[in-house]
């Protein structure tokens, strides 16, 4: 696999490891990173109640006056009422109970009632969060850095999208190689413009087992007594894509991991930061979305205890496939395996070739809330990477059709914009919005 080495900060280096997230075809991609409805309806029913009463005389050997009596039926009337947002429906429901009227007299009325339902425009779905890695350099040239370290980058994806992103996703060392502390301009820069931080962290060349066995836990111990001073939630994916084998902590046949290191390993981190209160930190469980020869998502989830979002990364190369083709699958078994999370698309985006980027994109963007309703947070990965020889447009950016689209689709008030998030409760995990 390339790299690619990402200024941390004047005197700090880390390596950005690669993004392969792809359904179908899986291949390994550069990726950013240290080494690592109730229609509530209205419903107004109108009921004419026209009772007629004419008595049978009925012969007996005295004749008895025929009265005229008007009868009042008790009629339960269940009318059938179809709601929709857009349609009026008046069914007519005739209803002819048999009243026996004593001694003489049979009367039967006729009911007709007629139920008017008019129902409400369904409420809008609750917003979303919604970011970026924003890579600046391969995208912007040069003279760029990455977010969140240069702001100028930052503003420009910014400016290119028409809002504000609510997550800045960017790469931080495993604890092992550098402190929490070490990032903490970065942390404040996020913090500091209202927006929360979606941190990568990976295990780089440290096995699994060693991870699990507590060889690193007094840096461990560090980074999260660290994280846990700066108190303010942020999300942290550990280990991504772990179910497919392009990182050095997959768990493939090709990998030297197992499943069940995986999740001994994640236990065990999460167990430390626990016991120094490091209650901020929203653990993220990100696998690739499946495919043929990953590992089985069951065999790796470290349990609802142990995690607080659940996640999935895709990309749309190779084979032109749609958003929702990308997803469905993954998304399923998602809500199988952990139907409480709330989940994020930590990273996804599209190639040009082969299609229309700026309709996957539409499609994308107007499928979540229809189709995806438990995805809470999308997160796009621009980047225009260059990787095994070739050059991966996944940036907005990489045609005026697609930035259109981008910006038209991410208008809509579902994505909800950043500013207003630096007062999210100190100590806590990030909810669902």
Request: net charge neutral; aromatic share 10%; glycine share 6%.
């Amino acid at each position: 696999m390339s790299g690619k080495l990402k200024a941390v900060t004047t005197a700090t280096l880390f390596f950005a490891g690669m993004a392969c997230a792809v359904v179908l075809t899986p291949s390994a991609g550069a990726r950013q990173g240290c080494p690592g409805n109730s229609c509530h309806a209205s419903t107004t029913t109108t009921t004419t109640t026209t009772t007629v009463s004419t008595p049978t005389p009925t012969p007996t050997p005295t004749p008895t006056p025929t009265p005229t009596t008007t009868t009042t039926a008790t009629t339960t009337t269940t009318p059938t009422t179809t709601t929709a947002p857009t349609t009026t429906t008046t069914p007519t429901t005739t209803t002819t109970p048999t009243t026996t009227t004593t001694p003489t007299t049979t009367t039967t009325p006729t009911t007709t009632t007629t139920a008017t339902a008019t129902s409400a425009s369904a409420p809008a779905p609750s917003p979303i969060y919604w970011g970026a890695y924003m890579d600046g350099n391969d995208t912007y040239g040069s003279s760029y850095g990455d977010a969140p370290w240069d702001a100028t980058t930052w503003n420009l994806f910014q400016s290119h999208a028409g809002k504000k992103v609510s997550i800045v996703h960017w790469g931080v060392p495993a604890p092992w190689t550098s402190s929490f502390n070490a990032q903490l301009t970065a942390h404040n820069a996020v913090l500091a413009a209202g927006d929360v931080s979606l941190l990568d962290m990976n295990s780089g060349s440290a096995t699994l087992k060693s991870i699990a066995s507590g060889q690193y836990d007094s840096s461990i111990t560090t980074w999260a007594q660290q994280a846990k001073a700066f108190a303010h939630p942020f999300f942290l994916r550990w280990d991504w894509e772990m179910n497919a084998r392009w990182y050095s902590w997959g768990t493939t046949s090709t990998n030297v991991n197992t499943a069940a290191d995986y999740v001994a390993a994640w236990r065990h981190m999460h167990d430390i930061f626990k016991s120094v209160g490091a209650t901020n930190v929203t653990w993220v469980w990100c696998p690739n979305a499946v495919f043929s020869g990953s590992t089985s998502l069951s065999s790796l989830y470290p349990g609802d205890a142990y995690v607080d979002w659940t996640c999935m990364d895709a990309y749309n190369k190779g084979v032109w496939t749609s958003f929702t083709d990308l997803f469905t699958t993954t998304y399923n078994q998602l809500l199988q395996l952990a139907p409480s999370k709330p989940i994020m698309i930590g990273e996804t985006a599209s190639v040009e070739t082969g299609g229309s980027k700026a309709t996957w994109i539409q499609n994308a963007l107007q499928a979540l809330p229809s189709q995806f309703p438990k995805i809470r947070a999308l997160v796009w990965f621009n980047w225009n990477i260059p990787e095994d020889g070739t050059v991966y447009p996944w940036q907005i950016e990489s045609s005026s059709s697609a930035q259109s689209a981008f910006a038209s689709g991410i208008s809509s008030s579902y994505f909800r914009a950043g500013g207003g998030l630096g007062g999210l409760p100190l100590l806590a995990p990030i909810s669902a919005p």
